[in-house]
């Protein structure tokens, strides 16, 4: 044998020329326990289905709110595309019709007290931001 060829159960690190067995993250004898791999198919399986259960969920609830808030720009454009010649408080309930030329108007009026194509009621928040009432 030569002088730097080492028996096969010594374990000599030939970069850093030191013994470190004791510094391997697994074993390096015959007589060491063997490694077993542990079956976690099972945990794996349960905690994806899990996993995939609550990402779908929030999905839905973002889904949800982004059709909320499209729904709430629609109204809000339609509202301020509109046609009137007044100023709109904040808090107050205002109502959006169609005249004949099927051009939509706000107004003060409501539906009870008027026969005008009637689109919906919305109210001005503090934000300016117009929000549908429901009727």
């Keep these: ?19 470190d067995a004791a510094l391997k993250p697994y074993a390096t004898n015959v007589g060491a326990p063997s490694i077993q791999v542990t ?11 899990k996993a995939n259960k ?13 059709e909320r808030m499209m729904t709430a720009l629609e109204h809000n454009n339609l509202v301020y595309n509109s046609r009137y010649n007044f100023e709109p408080l ?15 108007f706000l107004s003060i009026i409501a539906p009870s ?9 919305f109210e001005l ?4 931001v117009w929000k549908k009432v429901d009727d």
């Excluded at 609550?54 to 949800?64: F, T």
């Excluded at 007290?113 to 009621?121: K, L, M, N, T, Y």
Aim: charged share 35%; net charge negative.
């Design 1 to 19: 044998m030569s002088e730097d060829k080492k028996p096969d159960q010594i374990v000599f690190n030939e970069d850093t020329q030191r013994y």
């Design 39 to 49: 079956d976690n198919s099972t945990w794996k399986n349960r905690n994806i289905n």
């Design 54 to 66: 609550q990402i779908k969920a929030k999905y839905l609830e973002l889904k949800a709110e982004y």
């Design 90 to 104: 904040v808090g107050e309930t205002y109502h959006l019709y169609r005249d004949k030329q099927q051009q939509p």
């Design 113 to 121: 007290d008027c026969h005008f194509d009637f689109i919906g009621s």
């Design 125 to 128: 928040d503090s934000e300016f």
